[in-house]
């Protein structure tokens, strides 16, 4: 596994520990991405692009990545982009994060586009790798994935308000 290069944490702001202490500075807007980046970095070598490859961190801290990965798929392309371009590794983690988070609609919301991804996942992976995008993306099936989507969009302020709180408390913990 090739490891990710310093340029790829180029103009973002990076703590060494993940304690209230080293976060206090950080604005809630900028708390996510600072706390995504800072893990990828300190877990580099193993990172491979999934939450679960980070090594170094307990469960709720790889939640926070996959929540953070779920939504950002979801924002740059919809649930189905989520499904085709993760495969859904991390999708019961995304899911677990989710409910630790307090957000049961979107967990709920997100459990029932896992049973969707599930039932097609092979017709998907297919499509996937004949890179028959266009394909997928005008099918019924992403589109009855699509249907999460706006559901997604309309939560997006309690999302990122429940994912700030979630990794305020867990700094709080590990002070």
Request: glycine share 6%.
């Amino acid at each position: 596994m090739k490891q990710i290069p310093d340029w790829f944490f180029d103009g973002v702001t990076l703590v060494e520990n993940l304690t209230s202490t080293s976060l206090t500075a950080i604005e809630d807007d900028q708390l996510e991405e600072t706390v995504v980046f800072s893990m990828i970095r300190i877990d580099r070598a193993t990172y491979d692009g999934t939450a679960s490859s980070l090594k170094s961190f307990s469960q709720p801290w790889k939640q926070i990545v996959a929540v953070w990965q779920l939504w950002g798929e979801i924002a740059n392309g919809g649930v189905h982009q989520y499904f085709y371009n993760s495969e859904g590794v991390d999708a019961e983690l995304a899911r677990d994060g989710l409910l630790a988070m307090k957000c049961d609609e979107l967990a709920g919301l997100f459990d029932d586009a896992m049973k969707v991804w599930e039932s097609e996942r092979d017709m998907i992976q297919l499509l996937k790798q004949r890179n028959a995008w266009a394909d997928f993306k005008g099918s019924e099936r992403a589109s009855e994935l699509e249907r999460f989507t706006e559901s997604f969009y309309a939560r997006e302020a309690e999302l990122k308000h429940a994912l700030v709180r979630y990794i305020r408390s867990l700094a709080a913990r590990s002070a």
